[in-house]
């Protein structure tokens, strides 16, 4: 299914109004993807908290962790905080870009806890806005594992209404190393495809509406785009929405190696990542859009209700007797 509909009204980012949003990731708050977003979508008159760890945090999952010591033991990550600097703390010269010592899941705690009450009035959050995270994240095994989307659904946890971005761009880069203004550029692209997906969406909220309903949240997989992309030609990527589960999902898992003796790392597939027990089964899995579908960027709607649905559970409660 086509969202250019939906998304067709983001053409008109001016008659959108602002709104806050808190923008997170596991890459560290100094990565080059966060950065390019928070620059576009401060551009495109929101207010953007960005709060994500000191640290790389990526594939911590929903892992709640807080510092356990006022000041940082290691530097953060690409050293751009140093050891011994607080364990949180914002930019010099902008109070808006916050990190904290901790996971993405605890961030966004601290993003509601702290930062907000203490610096912005606990003015509430109209979206949080999770990536674009530098790599990947398909299938049950990514969306469980991922620290970025660990910070979405501890977002929707929260009530808050949240969308994890994620770029086939797998470098872990320094903003200050390698942010700049170059169209092809995939950190760019990708920014700008952000934009164009939360303003699609804000115009179609309505007043005093949510941006998503509750226990809601979107799972967003960009393709290789820009100087990544065959012929550097896709530069924008279509939107369709897709299923989390499905042909060619997959998990975490590992391989022996006889020679070394020693575990390797190794994406699996299952039969139970591809049946469809909720949902629409006729979308095509994720997983399966970025490997067969050119510049197609699949989106996937989620929910932190984890009950099995209402066929499942009688089967069950028949074997239990209950």
């Not at 911590?60 to 690409?78: A, C, I």
Request: charged content about 15%; some cysteine; overall charge negative.
């Amino acid at each position: 299914m086509q969202l250019t509909n939906f998304l067709s009204a983001a053409l008109v980012a001016a008659s959108v109004s602002a709104k806050t949003i808190l923008l997170t990731n596991d890459d560290s708050w100094a990565s080059t993807n966060i950065r390019a977003t928070y620059r576009d979508l401060t551009a495109a008159g929101h207010e953007v908290v960005l709060v994500a760890p000191v640290s790389q945090r990526s594939g911590w999952g929903g892992k709640f962790d807080v510092p356990y010591s006022p000041t940082l033991q290691t530097d953060g990550e690409f050293g751009y905080v140093k050891q011994g600097a607080p364990s949180w703390g914002h930019e010099e010269d902008n109070q808006n870009i916050w990190y904290f010592n901790g996971t993405p899941a605890s961030s966004v705690a601290f993003a509601l806890k702290y930062v907000m009450p203490k610096y912005f009035d606990n003015k509430t959050f109209d979206l949080v806005v999770a990536g674009p995270n530098e790599g990947l994240n398909l299938s049950p095994g990514s969306l469980t594992g991922s620290g970025t989307d660990g910070a979405t659904y501890n977002s929707a946890y929260r009530n808050l209404p949240a969308i994890a971005f994620s770029g086939s761009n797998g470098n872990n880069s320094f903003f200050k190393d390698s942010l700049d203004e170059d169209p092809l550029n995939p950190s760019n692209i990708y920014s700008k495809k952000v934009v164009e997906f939360v303003n699609g969406l804000f115009e179609k909220q309505g007043d005093n509406e949510r941006a998503l309903p509750l226990t809601t949240f979107l799972n967003v997989n960009f393709p290789l785009v820009g100087y990544q992309s065959t012929d550097e030609s896709c530069v924008d990527p279509e939107y369709v929405l897709s299923r989390l589960t499905g042909l060619e999902a997959t998990t975490f898992d590992l391989v022996w190696n006889e020679t070394t003796n020693m575990p390797v790392f190794q994406a699996q597939t299952y039969t139970a990542l591809t049946a469809c027990n909720n949902g629409d089964c006729s979308l095509a899995g994720e997983t399966y859009v970025i490997n067969h579908d050119t510049c197609k960027t699949p989106v996937s709607v989620a929910s932190i209700d984890y009950d099995a649905n209402l066929q499942l559970t009688e089967e069950v409660r028949v074997l239990l007797g209950l």
